[in-house]
């Protein structure tokens, strides 16, 4: 199975990867063909009706086939378990995917991981943190190299969210990761940078943007942070639907999210919706994606929006239900163009966003769930330091 692509256009994916059954597992999204984007601003999608066939071979149309014309399904699978079912087009590299390679020795990365602790520069440093992150760098770097070689599309890499309120920090950390990927030979063009949507990490999007180096801002859970990464110029940015309904079924206080209820609304989906009309109605490059979906409802109610992340047991659900001819077109995309014009903001919502009217927009929802993701990412990324710092030097050095 497979599916086809314009090259070099990409396909974001989350960052998670674990140990499952002994097996490696790594997020890796799926890309539509006959696409065509501005370059270097868009990511290739999946159609239902290539490889990835959700046909049943019945002739018969699937949901699956009906909400893939209306938003990009960028289906969470992983590398080894579903690599047949799945073809990955494009994977992030993460530390948490770092932890997983050192778990399992015999794995096809695990080279990676060794030349980078064999890295010559890093080596040469005498403080120890610094060493360690050198060696972090490395690794991350050739491990995206190697994945590089393995799917058409980009490889996304996670900048230490340690540096989340360091602008300067994180721009300096993603020249780094660069410098080793042009040092390897992977080409800026299939790379995207994943970074906190703080305010320093939007700050630091707007000048990598400027740069001609892709970013993608993540944990995105206000629309002021949303806006804000829209007006800086970033690639991609990710809202993550699901994790919003949760906090708002057991905290109030969040004027956003009780605004959203008050209108019958999900918090989640609305705070896509408001985002998709702001990006589309004034003409903003960024493409955005829909991640935490949990159900296929979620899906129906986000038909319209760039890329929605989709479960495997969704993305499943979705392949083997068959939709009748006359039940076709009862798919109604609910995010357009056309909506979008038709949408109305406030003032404030129009606002020029700066470091202090972003701050006070700020609620506690997206305040305490960017948090949440940010120190899942820190100690994620302190384990990998502290297990490098017991393997090193490898036998070999």
């Not at 086809?4 to 396909?11: A, I, N, R, V």
């Not at 014309?69 to 799945?86: L, N, R």
């Not at 403080?127 to 770097?141: H, Y």
């Not at 806006?227 to 949760?246: M, N, Y």
Request: one cysteine or more.
């Amino acid at each position: 199975m497979s599916s086809s692509l314009q090259s070099p256009l990409y396909s974001s994916l989350s960052s998670s990867s674990s140990l499952q059954g002994g097996k490696l597992r790594n997020a890796v999204h799926f890309s539509k063909p006959n696409l065509i984007f501005k370059p270097r601003r868009s990511f290739p999608l999946i159609r239902a009706s290539t490889g990835f066939s959700s046909s049943l071979d019945t002739g018969l149309s699937t949901e699956l086939d009906a909400v893939t014309s209306h938003s990009g399904i960028v289906p969470d699978t992983v590398v080894f378990d579903d690599f047949e079912k799945f073809p990955p087009t494009a994977a992030t590299v993460s530390s948490s995917l770092l932890l997983g390679i050192c778990g399992l020795p015999d794995t096809k990365f695990k080279s990676a991981v060794d030349r980078a602790l064999s890295d010559s520069e890093c080596y040469a440093l005498e403080k120890s943190d610094l060493r360690m992150s050198c060696f972090c760098n490395k690794a991350l770097a050739h491990v995206g190299g190697d994945l590089a070689k393995l799917v058409p599309g980009r490889v996304s890499t996670e900048v230490d969210a340690r540096l989340a309120y360091d602008t300067h920090g994180i721009v300096r950390k993603v020249h780094d990761l660069l410098k080793t990927y042009t040092e390897i030979e992977v080409p800026p063009e299939r790379l995207l940078f994943k970074i906190p949507a703080t305010w320093q990490g939007i700050e630091a999007s707007r000048i990598l943007e400027a740069e001609g180096i892709q970013t993608h801002l993540t944990f995105v859970y206000s629309f002021c942070q949303a806006a804000a990464a829209a007006q800086a110029g970033a690639s991609v940015i990710q809202i993550f639907v699901g994790r919003l309904r949760d906090w708002s079924r057991n905290h109030t206080g969040d004027s956003e999210v009780e605004s959203a209820l008050r209108r019958g609304e999900d918090p989640g989906l609305a705070l896509v919706t408001k985002a998709y009309n702001y990006i589309h109605k004034y003409g903003h490059k960024t493409k955005l994606m829909a991640a935490a979906v949990r159900n296929k409802q979620d899906v129906f109610n986000l038909l319209g929006v760039d890329y929605i992340i989709t479960p495997l047991k969704v993305l499943q659900s979705l392949k083997e239900s068959v939709t009748l001819p006359d039940e076709k077109y009862s798919f109604t995309r609910r995010l357009s163009p056309q909506s979008a014009a038709a949408f109305t903001f406030t003032q404030d919502e129009l606002q020029k966003w700066d470091q202090y009217s972003f701050s006070s927009a700020m609620g506690p929802a997206s305040v305490e769930l960017l948090t949440i993701g940010m120190d899942g990412y820190i100690n994620q990324a302190k384990r990998v330091e502290e297990l490098f710092g017991k393997i090193w030097p490898p036998p070999n050095v």
